[in-house]
C-alpha cells in the first residue's frame, strides 16, 4: 500500500524522474518528439532545487510512497494561477505516476490527499488543465468528479501548438 506525506528536498531526484518518465509516456505523440527527447531528469531536478530554495506561498507538493519508502507518485497544488476565477478556486498543477504503477490507486490515494489539502487552504473548488488529447488523464479526472468547464488554452512546444482543457470540481 502507499502513504501520502509532504515531499522534501531528499525526494528531489526520484519526483523528477517519475516527472520526466511520465511526460515521455503520457505525452507520446501528443507533443513533439524533440521536446520530450530534450527532457532529462537532472534538468528537472535542478528545477525542483530551485523550488526548494524559493517556496511559493500555499503551494504543497505531495509523495505517494510504497512500503519500502520508494517515491511512486506526485502531486502539486496550490492557488489558482489564471485569471477569471474567484480566490476560492485551488489548481492542481500536476498529477504524475511511475507509469508501470498507473492503474494500481496511486493516482487516487494522491488526488484524495490533494483535495484534503485544498479543502485545508479554503479552497471551495479545484481546476486543472489537462491536453486536450490526453484521453487517459481526461478519464480519470472525470472519473473523480471534474468535468471540462469550458476554458481552453495553448501552450507552444518546439512550434507545435498544443491545446488544453480546464476541468474543475468543487470540493
Known sequence: MWTVRE??????????????????AAYDGILPQSY?????????????RRYFE???????NLVAVDAQGTVVGWACVGPYRGTGSS????????????????????????LGAVHAHALAQGF???????????????????????????????DDYDGVSVSEVRYRRSL
Do not use: C
Open 87 to 110: 480566490a476560492t478556486a485551488g489548481e492542481l498543477y500536476a498529477l504524475y505516476v511511475q507509469p508501470s504503477l498507473i492503474g494500481s490507486g496511486i493516482g487516487r490515494a494522491l
Open 54 to 60: 524559493r517556496p511559493k506561498r500555499g503551494v504543497v
Open 7 to 24: 515531499m522534501t528536498e531528499a525526494d528531489i531526484v526520484a519526483v523528477s524522474g517519475i516527472r520526466v518518465v511520465g511526460w515521455k
Open 36 to 48: 520530450l527527447d530534450r527532457m532529462t531528469v537532472e534538468a528537472d531536478a535542478q528545477e525542483r
Open 124 to 154: 471551495e473548488s479545484l481546476l486543472v488543465w489537462v491536453l486536450t488529447d490526453n484521453a487517459t488523464a481526461r478519464h480519470f479526472y472525470e472519473r473523480a468528479g471534474y468535468a471540462a468547464d469550458g476554458a481552453v488554452q495553448s
